[in-house]
T-cell receptor, first 112, second 113 residues
Framework: TQLLEQSPQFLSIQEGENLTVYCNSS?????LQWYRQEPGEGPVLLVT?????EVKKLKRLTFQFGDARKDSSLHITAAQPGDTGLYLC????????????FGTGTQLKVEL | NAGVMQNPRHLVRRRGQEARLRCSPM?????VYWYRQLPEEGLKFMVY????????ESGMPKERFSAEFPKEGPSILRIQQVVRGDSAAYFC???????????FGPGTRLTVT
């Protein structure tokens, strides 16, 4: 059983469309991170959310941390081909040292 | 400020050979983490090191795998007697302090033939 379940697993959309991907768990976290990984590269940190209900915006990307700090969502407005990549949520487990536990990932493809 | 550097970017080894993966953390970062990414398993933690110390190796396979981060030079992930199941992308990350924000390198793609 995965600690962090992401949905959908795959998403293929046209440029200009909006989309939302989800990261869900039954556990409570003190913070949660979102990464984007492009083919052949390492994950790049997009945002860290800390407070329940927190909303952070990064240009066309909007991140929300659930009120109970068990889940998070990433919404992309007017997707562009440059948004293509693997989106990963991740948490640092309490008492787990400094190791990140990653979600199952959402593979996004934005086509012209 | 250069990012995390890993080399080689691609490594091909025959079964039974040794693989050595190198990671140079960002300048000023003394904490290094290794992760492995398998298509069917996702990105998984392997080991956390500080200079000259292994802090957490709970994700490392018990045999054939070892890691070090010497006082001078890069961190090394060493895989002895590689098997096909070791084929994966290996990522190194670093941070200046024990922190939730870790900066990842581009990875080493290991292929075992």
């Amino acid at each position: 059983t995965q600690l962090l379940e992401q949905s959908p697993q795959f998403l293929s959309i046209q440029e200009g469309e909006n989309l939302t991907v989800y990261c869900n768990s039954s556990s409570v976290f003190s913070s949660l991170q979102w990464y984007r990984q492009e083919p052949g590269e390492g994950p790049v940190l997009l945002v860290t959310v800390v407070t329940g209900g927190e909303v952070k915006k990064l240009k066309r990307l909007t991140f929300q941390f659930g009120d109970a700090r068990k889940d998070s969502s990433l919404h992309i407005t007017a997707a562009q081909p440059g948004d293509t990549g693997l989106y990963l949520c991740a948490v640092l487990l309490t008492g787990g040292g400094n190791k990140l536990t990653f979600g199952t990932g959402t593979q996004l493809k934005v086509e012209l | 400020n250069a990012g995390v550097m890993q080399n080689p970017r691609h490594l091909v080894r025959r079964r039974g050979q040794e693989a050595r993966l190198r990671c140079s953390p960002m300048k000023g970062h003394s904490h290094v983490y290794w992760y492995r990414q398998l298509p069917e398993e996702g990105l998984k933690f392997m080991v956390y090191l500080q200079k000259e110390n292994i802090i957490d190796e709970s994700g490392m396979p018990k045999e054939r795998f070892s890691a070090e981060f010497p006082k001078e030079g890069p961190s090394i992930l060493r895989i002895q007697q590689v098997v096909r199941g070791d084929s994966a992308a290996y990522f190194c990350a670093s941070s200046p302090i024990p922190a939730r924000e870790q900066y990842f390198g581009p990875g080493t793609r290991l292929t075992v033939t």
